[in-house]
């Protein structure tokens, strides 16, 4: 498998993560988006948003970073850990993809752009959101231990980056107990690897 990758892309990160505790290994391919590359004739047949990452295998290419944690989930997860078989499970989970899309990228992800990168966002907003966001994973971090389930599942890779990273945003978490000791559970699995910290571009899917 090869990863088109940005290394400070928290969505190419969450795949990273997931290879990583699935024990895949892989081929990265570093994407300079200085210098245009994921807007290329090359990488647009490969992703014509032009955005990382993208998995290829074979003749399969995969890309959004949640397309690509349940096509690895279903690749090479035999044991059913990550995604569940049952559809309530399977619901619980996709309701955090949403979540991925929506709060996180919007809340602690934006707010991280304007401050390491000048993204030109209202930071206000971002940091705004990224609260509503943890107050809600607080909620539900009270009463399990994972977001989706007892153990954890594709929905806290999905998740687990940008808030791990929010700090980075001038998102505070030390209001969010729940939320510190969830990091630190993820942080804990066999097999995880750490969200690199960097003043550089970035481009997220």
């Avoid at 970073?65 to 989930?73: T, V």
């Avoid at 929010?166 to 209001?175: I, M, Q, R």
């Avoid at 630190?184 to 960097?198: K, Q, Y």
Wanted: aromatic share 10%.
């Amino acid at each position: 498998m090869k990863l088109y990758d940005v290394a400070l892309s928290g969505h190419a990160h969450r795949v990273r993560l997931m290879l990583s505790l699935l024990n895949q290994p892989y081929e990265c391919v570093p994407v300079d988006l200085r210098r245009g590359e994921h807007k290329t004739p090359e990488f647009l047949r490969m992703n014509p948003f032009g955005q990382v990452p993208v998995l290829v295998e074979g003749d399969t290419v995969v890309h959004d970073s949640n397309a690509i944690l349940l096509y690895l989930a279903q690749r090479f997860d035999t044991e059913r850990r990550w995604w569940p078989e049952a559809p309530a499970a399977q619901a619980a989970v996709q309701a955090w993809f949403s979540v991925a899309a929506g709060l996180v990228a919007y809340g602690p992800a934006a707010a991280r752009l304007v401050t390491l990168f000048g993204a030109t966002l209202n930071a206000g907003e971002a940091i705004q959101r990224a609260h509503h966001l943890l107050q809600v994973m607080e909620g539900v971090l009270s009463q399990r231990a994972f977001l989706a389930a007892a153990t954890p599942t594709l929905a806290d890779v999905a998740v687990y980056s940008y808030v791990a990273a929010a700090p980075e945003g001038n998102v505070d978490l030390s209001a969010y107990p729940q939320v510190r000791a969830w990091l630190a559970r993820m942080e804990a699995l066999p097999g995880f690897v750490a969200f690199p910290r960097s003043p550089v571009g970035l481009a997220a899917a």
